[in-house]
């Protein structure tokens, strides 16, 4: 069993991590040491005596979120100015690199106290690893939550993690480029192809798309299948057995769109060379007009193009169905079961789920957050807010699926699909089905 978990954390390697995940490659490791204060709490309240003579202990938190490490600086300093006699220690991993490194030092037996996971499958295979404490039992830390903020971070109705971030997927547009070409956002499938030819008339890369970055191309695909299929845990009912790819009418559908974006030449010419990070400089540069991610994006092309006119909006409708959305949770936190710290540690995740500290990480990062209390003042969140207003409502963990590997096999086969000329989608059907039930069947 263990080698058999050993090997499924190994290949857990995207997204979803999207949403991951979703964000550009991380520098080399890199440690961020914080001083405690033994000044007085920012609550007004000074420390005491006792509080002074405490022996001083040391936690370490580590995630791959480099482009959030100033905001996460700030509320680590935060939380050691109303407890002086804890020393919060951040590691940031680089996001290729983070699966591999998690696998082995929770193996290892040195996962430290505090680290962060993607939903859905990166979760499970931690839970079954035992490698994360059961917070079910912690009211002080789950009341920052209503219920629905909760869900992300359950395994088997127990809760084992916590949302920080959640991130709607999107489709980003150049308001310049809209008005300059007469192009009304589009709220149809038909309106948005009509406005990527009317681009592509125009000499202007219609979509910018990165197939060059495996955890990436889902993401579209997704956002497209959300509009085809109303059961948003259909992948589960495929792990389990209960209905085969086949079976399931908007796979199809949806790998249909994708190839007839690529044939029409909608997408840039080098996509399939093409990864995350040059997709969002293609688009803040003002390479194309438009570009499928998600929210987490907004802070980088921010940094980009400050002056950048963008807007965004969920992938429209087609065959007359009304518009979904699809909402993808982002970094989960979660305390090591083997803690030497438990108290520390627990007291340290509640500060970071509570809207004081999430009032700075998601202002500063550009990213909404499911905590209670939060106001935004990013004018960007405001923006993003507006992703959640379309009449058929919003998905969250749109189709991802219980096992990482299962996962991945659907990113291969988009992957495939779209890098394959001639393809026949049917085979490609029946293959990814087999890859699910090889997995099936090694996991028994």
Request: hydrophobic fraction near 40%; proline fraction near 3%.
């Amino acid at each position: 069993m263990l080698k058999k978990l050993i090997a499924m954390m190994l290949v857990s390697m995207v997204l979803v991590s999207v949403v991951t995940g979703c964000a550009g490659e991380s520098p080399k490791k890199e440690v961020t040491t914080k001083a405690t204060s033994t000044e007085a709490k920012t609550d007004g309240t000074s420390v005491n005596e006792d509080e002074e003579a405490q022996e001083e202990v040391t936690i370490t938190f580590f995630h791959w979120r480099n482009e959030d490490k100033s905001a996460y600086e700030k509320v680590i300093e935060m939380f050691e100015a109303k407890n002086p006699n804890v020393k919060v220690e951040m590691e940031i991993i680089p996001t290729g690199d983070y699966y591999t490194t998690l696998t082995m030092r929770v193996f290892g037996g040195e996962s430290g106290d505090v680290f962060a996971v993607h939903p859905g499958g990166e979760l499970s295979n931690i839970v079954k690893a035992n490698a994360f404490m059961d917070l079910s039992d912690q009211p002080q830390i789950l009341g920052n939550f209503d219920a629905d903020g909760l869900a992300a971070g359950q395994v088997n109705g127990k809760q084992y993690a916590l949302v920080q971030t959640t991130n709607p997927l999107a489709v980003y547009y150049n308001k310049t480029m809209f008005k300059e070409n007469n192009v009304d956002v589009p709220k149809t499938w038909e309106e948005f192809m009509a406005a990527c030819e009317t681009f592509k008339d125009a000499g202007i890369t219609p979509l910018t798309y990165a197939v060059g970055e495996l955890w990436v191309p889902q993401l579209f695909f997704i956002s497209l299948m959300a509009n085809a299929e109303e059961d948003a845990f259909v992948m589960q009912d495929v792990e389990s057995g209960e209905k085969t790819i086949s079976e399931v009418g908007s796979i199809k559908a949806t790998l249909e769109m994708l190839l007839t974006l690529r044939d029409k030449g909608y997408f840039q010419d080098n996509m399939s060379g093409t990864k995350y990070d040059a997709m969002v400089g293609a688009f803040s540069q003002e390479q194309a007009a438009m570009m499928p991610t998600g929210t987490w994006s907004m802070s980088t092309v921010r940094d980009i193009n400050p002056d950048l006119d963008f807007g965004v909006m969920n992938m429209p409708a087609f065959g007359g169905t009304t518009t979904r959305g699809v909402n993808v949770p982002g970094l989960l936190l979660g305390v090591n079961a083997g803690t030497e710290n438990k108290e520390e540690s627990l007291k340290f995740v509640e500060y970071m789920c509570s809207a004081e500290a999430m009032n700075v990480i998601s202002n500063e990062t550009g990213q909404l957050t499911v905590v209670n209390g939060v106001s935004y003042d990013n004018e960007d969140l405001k923006m993003a807010e507006t992703l959640f207003a379309d009449p058929a409502g919003y998905y969250s963990l749109m189709f991802h699926h219980v096992s990482s590997q299962n996962q991945n096999v659907m990113s291969n086969l988009i992957v495939e699909t779209l890098n394959t000329e001639g393809n026949n989608i049917d085979e490609l059907l029946v293959k990814w089905q087999a890859d699910i039930d090889k997995n099936i069947s090694a996991a028994e």
